[in-house]
């Protein structure tokens, strides 16, 4: 063969295998974009609802035949939306509270015997009683306190506008004051009175607890009263005792003994009445000195006893007059 056949043959085959590949690489291309095509198609044409209801069928049926775990929770597919861009996007609103439906209260149930309950919760139930008892302790004698308090403010105001009357008016007091057989304090006319109260401190309440009523009686002349041996003594001691004023004239013999003695007693009297808070028992103490006879006596009142009625019979047992004083008294 000669060089210019071989030149032409090669040339030949240059051409088609050129010609090969230009159709080679146009069917790629279109087979490419054939499946590019398919591709956008299906996924255009992709339900993920559809999607999603295939998958639960497939998970439903693997559980049912013992393939999956019963634990395990499929997870809902949602739907995210595409991304704003920055410039358009808007604040998220803040979370709204989950609004929960309040429990239904619970029926009360009773506190359990203490023998039941631990050692605190007993301890704690003891206190709770403890307190309760103060408590109600404090109260009642607050309440005590205060009724007593009362009555003697009562008593004050009626003892002072007594007083203030009696001052004025001096009435004779119809009472004879027995000091033996045949001697007697009587006759006696008033002189003059006072009526006074104190408190207690006001750290302690500053109640009132005692109320002090006295007054003086006088009459004309005195007693001359002889007394010998022994008995002188006993019979200064018992003038002593009822606040009498006396002078004494002593007849001594050779040794210095008192044989005999000569009192003068001058016709006065010191009346005196207190009235004494006793708050620990909740009652009124009266004592009185002088006041029915010679010497001391002593009255315990309730404070509900303390009204208008007794206080006009004790003014009425000052003034000598009948009274039902200690009846009104022992209620």
Request: proline share 6%.
């Amino acid at each position: 063969m000669s060089d210019s056949e071989k030149t032409g043959q090669i040339s030949a085959i240059s051409q088609a295998i050129r010609a090969k590949r230009e159709r080679k690489g146009t069917a790629l291309r279109e087979d490419i974009d054939a499946l590019e095509a398919a591709l956008i198609a299906d996924i255009e044409a992709f339900d993920l609802d559809a999607a999603e209801r295939r998958a639960r069928r497939e998970y439903l049926a693997n559980t049912g035949a013992g393939m999956a775990d019963p634990e395990l929770v499929f997870p809902e597919i949602v739907p995210q939306r595409p991304a704003a861009p920055l410039a358009e996007r808007t604040p998220e609103p803040p979370p709204v509270p989950e609004l929960v439906a309040p429990e239904p209260a619970a029926a009360e149930v009773p506190l359990p015997e203490i023998g039941s309950l631990g050692l605190l919760d007993q301890l704690r139930r003891q206190a709770e009683i403890r307190q309760r008892e103060i408590h109600s302790a404090l109260t009642e004698r607050t309440a005590i306190n205060e009724a007593v308090d009362q009555a003697l403010k009562h008593i004050f105001f009626f003892l002072h506008e007594l007083v203030q009357q009696l001052n004025i008016v001096k009435p004779g007091i119809p009472r004879d004051y027995v000091l033996s057989e045949q001697h007697l304090l009587n006759c006696l006319d008033w002189q003059e009175g006072f009526a006074d109260y104190r408190t207690q401190s006001q750290s302690a309440g500053a109640l009132v607890e005692l109320v002090t009523f006295s007054y003086h009686l006088k009459g004309k002349g005195s007693l001359l009263i002889e007394r010998d041996g022994a008995t002188v003594e006993r019979f200064r001691t018992t003038l002593f005792d009822y606040g009498l004023p006396f002078t004494c004239k002593e007849f001594k013999n050779e040794r210095q003994y008192v044989e005999r003695a000569e009192f003068d007693i001058r016709a006065e009297v010191s009346v005196s009445a207190r009235w004494r808070a006793d708050f620990a028992q909740g009652t009124i103490a009266l004592e009185t000195r002088n006041l029915e006879r010679l010497g001391s006596a002593l009255h315990t009142l309730r404070p509900r006893a303390i009204d208008q009625a007794l206080l006009d019979d004790f003014g009425r047992l000052v003034l000598g007059q009948p009274n039902r004083f200690r009846e009104l008294a022992k209620r």
